[in-house]
């Protein structure tokens, strides 16, 4: 498979679901607003932004399967599997605020070996492939050179409908406030997986999460030099409801910040 080729098609892809993503925001009022859970909204823009995605996906790889937000009727099949966010940042794009991304990965087996995110409002398309590299609109990026966290900018993802481990989460929160450059919540994990790959952010951890929100970020990390893991330092982070990025220098001391304070019982 040429990943390199696909890397791209999909990117492109990306881009124009992107255009129709932005041209409907001026529309968006609370008709168009689903109620999925506490704090978990869907629109019509998400429906139709997946559906196109799936359509334009599946011609690119008729033997894949699909694992996506708004698709429970979508098959996930045994080699390859799409996972995708149509709409990352729902919330923010409901309020009129940013930012919000098309995020979508490709698995072969368990590794995910494709990736983009593609951040609409600054038109900034983030995208890797296996062994490949990672770019930002056609230019080679890479991790920040941070070599300690306090002298790390850290981004986050506050809870809004798990908060099994909100104690744990405010004890994180309050020790990297004090012992950091400060942290940053965007509300849109992909852009904040893309932003740790081009070296905005430092670092960046998050629970409650689904794949659809770190499948496409995760390669583009790791192949831009950065390292990903769950809060336990194992790799069970797609499907695991928990991530941790950072760049190679400040890895190591980051994952066990986080797994200390995650480690308490609440």
Same mark, same amino acid.
């Given at each position: 498979?040429?990943?390199?080729?696909?890397?791209?098609?999909?990117?492109?892809?990306?881009?124009?679901?992107?255009?129709?993503?932005?041209?409907?925001?001026?529309?968006?009022?609370?008709?168009?607003?689903?109620?999925?859970?506490?704090?978990?909204?869907?629109?019509?823009?998400?429906?139709?932004?997946?559906?196109?995605?799936?359509?334009? /996906?599946?011609?690119? /790889?008729?033997?894949?399967?699909?694992?996506?937000?708004?698709?429970?009727?979508?098959?996930?099949?045994?080699?390859?599997?799409?996972? $995708?966010?149509?709409?990352?940042?729902?919330?923010?794009?409901?309020?009129?605020?940013?930012?919000?991304?098309?995020?979508?990965?490709?698995?072969?087996?368990?590794?995910?070996?494709?990736?983009?995110?593609?951040? $609409?409002?600054?038109?900034?398309?983030?995208?890797?492939?296996?062994?490949?590299?990672?770019?930002?609109?056609?230019?080679?990026?890479?991790?920040?050179?941070?070599?300690?966290?306090?002298?790390?900018?850290?981004?986050?993802?506050?809870?809004?409908?798990?908060?099994?481990? /909100?104690?744990?989460?405010?004890?994180?929160?309050?020790?990297?406030?004090?012992?950091?450059?400060?942290?940053?919540?965007?509300?849109?994990?992909?852009?904040?997986?893309?932003?740790?790959?081009?070296?905005?952010?430092?670092?960046?951890?998050?629970?409650?999460?689904?794949?659809?929100?770190?499948?496409?970020?995760?390669? $583009?990390?790791?192949?831009?030099?950065?390292?990903?893991?769950?809060?336990?330092?194992?790799?069970?982070?797609?499907?695991?409801?928990? $991530?941790?990025?950072?760049?190679? /220098?400040?890895?190591?001391?980051?994952?066990?910040?986080?797994?200390?304070?995650?480690?308490?019982?609440?």
């Amino acid at each position: 498979m040429f990943l390199e080729l696909i890397t791209k098609q999909v990117a492109n892809l990306s881009r124009a679901v992107g255009k129709y993503i932005k041209s409907e925001s001026k529309n968006i009022h609370h008709k168009h607003i689903i109620d999925k859970g506490l704090n978990d909204f869907v629109t019509d823009v998400d429906k139709n932004s997946e559906k196109r995605l799936v359509a334009e /996906l599946h011609k690119l /790889l008729p033997e894949a399967g699909f694992i996506a937000e708004e698709g429970d009727h979508y098959s996930r099949k045994d080699r390859y599997n799409w996972i $995708i966010d149509p709409l990352d940042g729902t919330t923010n794009y409901i309020h009129g605020a940013q930012p919000y991304a098309i995020s979508i990965g490709l698995m072969e087996k368990n590794r995910v070996i494709t990736g983009v995110v593609y951040e $609409i409002n600054l038109n900034e398309c983030f995208y890797a492939w296996h062994q490949g590299g990672a770019f930002l609109n056609g230019h080679q990026i890479s991790v920040s050179h941070a070599a300690t966290v306090k002298d790390a900018l850290i981004a986050t993802g506050f809870p809004y409908s798990d908060f099994s481990q /909100l104690e744990n989460y405010l004890d994180a929160f309050s020790y990297l406030m004090k012992h950091s450059h400060g942290l940053r919540r965007l509300g849109s994990a992909a852009t904040d997986l893309a932003y740790v790959a081009c070296g905005r952010y430092d670092a960046f951890f998050e629970y409650g999460l689904h794949p659809w929100d770190v499948a496409a970020g995760s390669i $583009i990390v790791e192949e831009a030099g950065g390292k990903v893991s769950d809060f336990n330092g194992a790799d069970a982070f797609v499907f695991g409801s928990e $991530i941790v990025a950072g760049n190679s /220098l400040l890895a190591e001391e980051f994952l066990g910040i986080i797994r200390d304070k995650f480690s308490k019982k609440t």
